[in-house]
């Protein structure tokens, strides 16, 4: 990356073209084009430092973290879709759980009624 562009055969024509001696004229086309980098360099590095260039988000770390997001967004819904059945199994299994307590209470009063009356039908024929 060039922030000025520099033609080092351009500068060193010109440089022979007003008299200087082409190996003297290509050195010093050189020596100008490794400044013009190493300036180019050192200014870059301020920019990042000044505009903290290497902290900014760009589309593509946006589009990964999106990306991972909807990942973990799909884990989830896994995880609760497993939960949700483990809950679905858990209630069927309390029901069938309530109704067998419920028909062994509903027998056990039944019975209790039943002897209850059977208790009262002795007690008003006398034979208790």
């Known amino acids: 990356m060039s922030a000025i562009p520099f033609d080092a055969f351009a500068f060193t024509h010109s440089l022979v073209d007003a008299g200087v001696p082409d190996k003297q004229a290509d050195s010093i086309a050189q020596a100008f084009n490794k400044a013009i980098q190493e300036s180019n360099t050192a200014i870059i590095e301020q920019i990042k430092r ?10 593509k770390d946006l589009d990964a ?5 909807e990942l973990r967004i799909e ?4 995880e609760i879709e497993l939960v949700r059945a483990d809950l679905k199994r858990d ?5 069938a759980e309530l109704s067998r307590t419920m028909l062994t209470v509903g027998v056990g009063v039944g019975l209790v009624q039943l002897v209850s009356i059977f208790m009262l039908f002795m007690r008003m024929t006398g034979k208790v």
């Open 50 to 59: 000044d505009y903290r260039l290497d902290d900014i988000t760009t589309n």
């Open 65 to 69: 973290r999106i990306k991972e997001t």
């Open 75 to 78: 884990l989830v819904r896994k």
């Open 91 to 95: 209630i069927s299994d309390a029901k």
